[in-house]
T-cell receptor, first 113, second 113 residues
Framework: GNSVTQMEGPVTLSEEAFLTINCTYT??????LFWYVQYPGEGLQLLLK?????DKGSNKGFEATYRKETTSFHLEKGSVQVSDSAVYFC????????????FGKGTLLTVNP | DTAVSQTPKYLVTQMGNDKSIKCEQN?????MYWYKQDSKKFLKIMFS???????INETVPNRFSPKSPDKAHLNLHINSLELGDSAVYFC????????????FGPGTRLTVT
């Protein structure tokens, strides 16, 4: 079956530090890959996505590249802000008639001023 | 305008009771989902409906019964509530397609005492 493994948190950084959150996956076929973000007390929002190998998703300074050879989709940001403090979820959708998202366990990021 | 709304936001009830959570989306999507988020933030799909038809039914106790009266609504009824049902329940919707973004509601925090 499908699975997503992302680095355990929590991650604590100072403002303007570089962020990497690792994500690897196991899936049949050619999944679409996503990063969702959950701010405190809110639902999830899509941060970025990639639908095929070597695609790069980007949004709000965050980037992730779909690497089929390493089955990875690591999230990066060059300079984090306090407002980036949230829980980040890597997820995949394997398509077909089943559009469910399989999520990683989430990584809590705290950015200190 | 709220895209995906859920009611109630908080639900505190006693073991053995029956309760319902309602979800509505005004995005014109034809697919809706229920997810459960446990205390460790782990998210798992429970059900998915497409055009009022059940297409995903994960291993969920029979006490949970989804109902979709139309494409814009997906309700979740829970019978004989147990302590282990305490969690945050998220509704989501999307257009059809594995690469489609899922839009999440704000969540319903259910506490069973």
């Amino acid at each position: 079956g499908n699975s997503v493994t992302q680095m355990e948190g929590p991650v604590t950084l100072s403002e303007e530090a570089f962020l990497t959150i690792n994500c690897t996956y196991t899936a049949t076929g050619y999944p679409s890959l996503f990063w969702y973000v959950q701010y405190p007390g809110e639902g999830l929002q899509l941060l970025l996505k990639a639908t095929k190998a070597d695609d790069k998703g980007s949004n709000k300074g965050f980037e992730a590249t779909y690497r089929k050879e390493t089955t990875s989709f690591h999230l990066e940001k060059g300079s984090v802000q306090v407002s980036d403090s949230a829980v980040y979820f890597c997820a995949l959708s394997s398509g077909g008639s089943n559009y469910k998202l399989t999520f990683g366990k989430g990584t809590l990021l705290t950015v200190n001023p | 305008d709220t895209a995906v709304s859920q009611t109630p936001k908080y639900l505190v009830t006693q073991m053995g009771n029956d309760k319902s959570i309602k979800c509505e989306q005004n995005l014109g999507h034809d697919t809706m989902y229920w997810y459960k988020q446990d205390s460790k933030k782990f998210l798992k799909i429970m059900f998915s409906y497409n055009n009022k038809e059940l297409i995903i039914n994960e291993t969920v106790p029979n006490r949970f019964s989804p109902k979709s009266p139309d494409k814009a609504h997906l309700n979740l009824h829970i019978n004989s509530l147990e302590l282990g049902d305490s969690a945050v329940y998220f509704c989501a919707s999307s257009s059809r397609g594995g690469a489609s973004e899922q839009y999440f509601g704000p969540g319903t925090r259910l506490t069973v005492t």
